[in-house]
C-alpha cells in the first residue's frame, strides 16, 4: 500500500494551492479518503473528506468557502484545492483512507496515510 501526497510549498496569505493525494495497493475507489493537518504544537485534525459516493465532509469550518476536495478514481487520486489560503492553514497535510461508507473526522478510523506535505502561508 502507497498513499504519496504532493503539491505542498511556500505561498503568501491568499494564494491557493492544489494538494494531490495518490494511492495504490488497495481498493480506492471503495475508501473514504481524508485530509488531515498538524500545525506545529497543535495536535492533528481532521480538515475534509470524500467518500466513496463523492459526498464530501467539512470537520473544519475555517476551511468552508475556502478549501474543495474531489476524487478520480481513474486516477486514484484525491485532490486538495485550498483558495484564500491564511496563515493559520500551515501545517503539515497528510491524507489517509479509510474502508467506510461515510467520512470520519477521527484519525483512528483510518488505515493508510501518507508521509505528509507541508503547506506554509507567509509573507
Known amino acids: 500500500v502507497q498513499v504519496v501526497e504532493s503539491g505542498g510549498g511556500l505561498v503568501q496569505p491568499g494564494g491557493s494551492l492544489r494538494l494531490s493525494c495518490a494511492a495504490s495497493?488497495?481498493?480506492?475507489?471503495?475508501?473514504?479518503i481524508g485530509w488531515f493537518r498538524q500545525a506545529p504544537g497543535k495536535e492533528r485534525e481532521g480538515v475534509l473528506c470524500i467518500n466513496r459516493s463523492y459526498d464530501s465532509t467539512y470537520f473544519v469550518d475555517s476551511v468552508k468557502g475556502r478549501f474543495t476536495i474531489s476524487r478520480d478514481n481513474a486516477k486514484n487520486t484525491v485532490y486538495l484545492q485550498m483558495n484564500s489560503l491564511k496563515p493559520e492553514d500551515t501545517a503539515v497535510y497528510y491524507c489517509?483512507?479509510?474502508?467506510?461508507?461515510?467520512?470520519?473526522?477521527?484519525?483512528?478510523?483510518?488505515?493508510?496515510w501518507g508521509q505528509g506535505t507541508q503547506v506554509t502561508v507567509s509573507s
Open positions: 495497493g488497495f481498493t480506492f475507489y471503495y475508501y473514504s
Open positions: 489517509a483512507a479509510a474502508n467506510r461508507q461515510y467520512c470520519s473526522g477521527s484519525s483512528r478510523d483510518y488505515m493508510y
